[in-house]
């Protein structure tokens, strides 16, 4: 079955470490993004990605990273940087070139930092 | 600078009424407009959409209105059912430029049975 697979589910990390969190995707899309969803801040995007080899900043890109080196992966580290880690973290994706194409989501990480 | 409002925190309904989101954005070159439903520690499901050039989307028992001289859209659920409960997010998109999406601080809804 086509599909976004973000892994691990649950991800609990000691402060200052860095951690990464996995995005796979099947669908042939070419966009790619990462949102944050904290209590009562609905969903604020990270990073996306038009193209392999090429991403933006979000709204909230301050202490992560992204890399595209492939079309179905899309890895978001959070660095020891960033002050609040710990959230539910949604990767999605979309087709470009289309007009009016919506995201599809994966189930998302929660990340925890201790 | 919320580019995506929904005013509303939450929403309690009766089942069998209609619930009504709202939502209202300030960018106006946005043109394509999303609705998406979530439950707890899922990620979001795709609902319904809009083109700017319609203002009006039907699918079933969901309907979006789009106002664009107000800058502002509405999900309504007719007639509302308790599985409907969960937190909708409103999201808009520029075609111009870029792909990503902007969305809204959500709004959770509760059907009561």
């Known amino acids: 079955d086509g599909g976004i697979t973000q892994s691990p589910k649950y991800l609990f990390r000691k402060e200052g470490q860095n951690v990464t969190l996995s995005c796979e995707q099947n669908?042939?899309?070419?966009?790619m993004y990462w949102y944050r969803q904290d209590p009562g801040q609905g969903l604020r995007l990270i990073y996306y990605s038009q193209i392999v080899n090429d991403f933006q900043k979000g709204d909230i890109a301050e202490g992560y990273s992204v890399s595209r080196e492939k079309k179905e992966s899309f890895p978001l580290t959070v660095t020891s940087a960033q002050k609040n880690p710990t959230a539910f973290y949604l990767c999605?994706?979309?087709?470009?070139?289309?007009?009016?194409?919506?995201?599809?989501f994966g189930q998302g990480t929660r990340l925890t930092v201790v | 600078d919320q580019q995506v409002k929904q005013n509303s925190p939450s929403l309690s309904v009766q089942e069998g009424r209609i619930s009504i989101l709202n939502c209202d954005y300030t960018?106006?070159?946005?043109?394509?407009f999303l609705w998406y439903k979530k439950y707890p520690a899922e990620g979001p499901t795709f609902l319904i959409s809009i083109s700017s050039i319609k203002d009006k989307n039907e699918d079933g028992r969901f309907t979006v209105f789009l106002n664009k001289s107000a800058k502002h859209l509405s999900l309504h659920i007719v007639p509302s059912q308790p599985g409907d409960s969960a937190v909708y997010f409103c999201?808009?998109?520029?075609?111009?430029?870029?792909?990503?999406?902007?969305f809204g601080t959500g709004t959770r809804l509760k059907v009561l049975a």
């Open positions: 960018n106006s070159m946005f043109d394509y």
């Open positions: 999605a994706s979309s087709i470009t070139g289309q007009l009016n194409t919506e995201a599809f």
């Open positions: 999201a808009a998109s520029a075609r111009a430029g870029t792909y990503k999406y902007i």
């Open positions: 669908l042939n899309h070419d966009a």
